[in-house]
């Protein structure tokens, strides 16, 4: 192949990669970041369970007859991630209450922010599924789009303490444009500040009422 035959494929070739990353839809892209993260935490899984499995082994040598009839000693099972295993459908499990309440806990704390508001805005964008991608290609917990995600420095959306530390990080910042009014943050985190801003008010579109309303009406709910 001459030289001028290898730059036309290789012109070729990047064109179709770029048209191919150009008809990638938002919701699409999302779903393979999601995909992946899963697949990187798998791959820890995977290895911390082999030092697991040793434990295990060592406890039923030691104990041959502790459960009665010779039968082998099982250590406790581990949480090995956080993350909640997204099935290949629209859903996934909620993250367990005893890995997401310190999640919560911590990024509220890191931000200075309420843990209830929170723990009801994830509640209200995610139901606490940490896999979840929106149809606009909001993604995570705390439903991130992907301009947002980039603009908070976020790595892996779909990370939940990352999630959540972004989250607050954003609510934190709506509430202080916004003088304190959680109202008008929630709008402004649904809807954008700009739509709050040129509404003066929360905008009075049937989501954002909704959406604010839950969130206030869930505040108490641990």
Same mark, same amino acid.
């Given at each position: 192949?001459?030289?001028?035959?290898?730059?036309?494929?290789?012109?070729?070739?990047?064109?179709?990669? /770029?048209?191919? *990353?150009?008809?990638?839809?938002?919701?699409? #892209? *999302?779903?393979?970041?999601? +995909?992946?993260?899963? *697949?990187?935490?798998?791959?820890? &899984?995977?290895? /911390?369970?082999?030092?697991?499995?040793?434990?295990?082994?060592?406890?039923?040598?030691?104990?041959?007859?502790?459960?009665?009839?010779?039968?082998?000693? !099982?250590?406790?099972? !581990?949480?090995?991630?956080?993350?909640?295993?997204?099935? /290949?459908?629209?859903?996934?499990?909620?993250?367990? +209450?005893?890995?997401?309440?310190?999640?919560?806990?911590? #990024?509220?704390?890191? +931000?200075?922010?309420?843990?209830?508001?929170?723990?009801?805005?994830?509640? !209200?964008?995610?139901?606490?599924?940490?896999?979840? &991608? %929106?149809?606009?290609?909001? /993604?995570?917990?705390?439903?991130?789009?992907?301009?947002? #995600?980039?603009?908070?420095?976020?790595?892996?959306?779909f990370d939940p303490a990352e999630s959540l530390l972004s989250g607050a990080r954003l609510l934190k910042q709506l509430l202080v444009r916004f003088g304190g009014d959680t109202a008008l943050a929630l709008?402004?985190?649904?809807?954008?500040?700009?739509?709050?801003?040129?509404?003066?008010?929360?905008?009075?579109?049937?989501?954002?009422?909704?959406?604010?309303? !839950?969130?206030?009406?869930?505040? %108490?709910?641990?």
């Open positions: 192949m001459s030289a001028r035959q290898e730059f036309a494929w290789l012109t070729l070739w990047l064109g179709q990669g /770029m048209f191919l *990353a150009a008809a990638q839809t938002p919701q699409e #892209a *999302a779903r393979q970041a999601m +995909e992946a993260s899963v *697949a990187r935490q798998r791959q820890a &899984v995977a290895a /911390m369970q082999i030092p697991i499995e040793r434990q295990r082994a060592a406890i039923a040598a030691a104990h041959p007859d502790a459960a009665g009839g010779g039968a082998a000693v !099982q250590a406790p099972a !581990q949480p090995f991630f956080t993350l909640s295993w997204p099935a /290949m459908g629209p859903e996934c499990d909620p993250l367990p +209450e005893i890995e997401l309440a310190p999640l919560i806990q911590q #990024a509220a704390q890191h +931000e200075g922010l309420d843990a209830n508001l929170l723990r009801a805005v994830a509640r !209200q964008e995610s139901g606490f599924r940490s896999c979840a &991608v %929106s149809q606009k290609g909001a /993604m995570g917990l705390m439903q991130l789009m992907p301009g947002t #995600a980039q603009e908070l420095g976020v790595k892996d959306p709008g402004a985190y649904n809807a954008g500040p700009g739509r709050v801003e040129e509404s003066g008010g929360v905008p009075q579109n049937p989501e954002t009422i909704r959406y604010v309303q !839950q969130i206030l009406s869930n505040l %108490s709910i641990p």
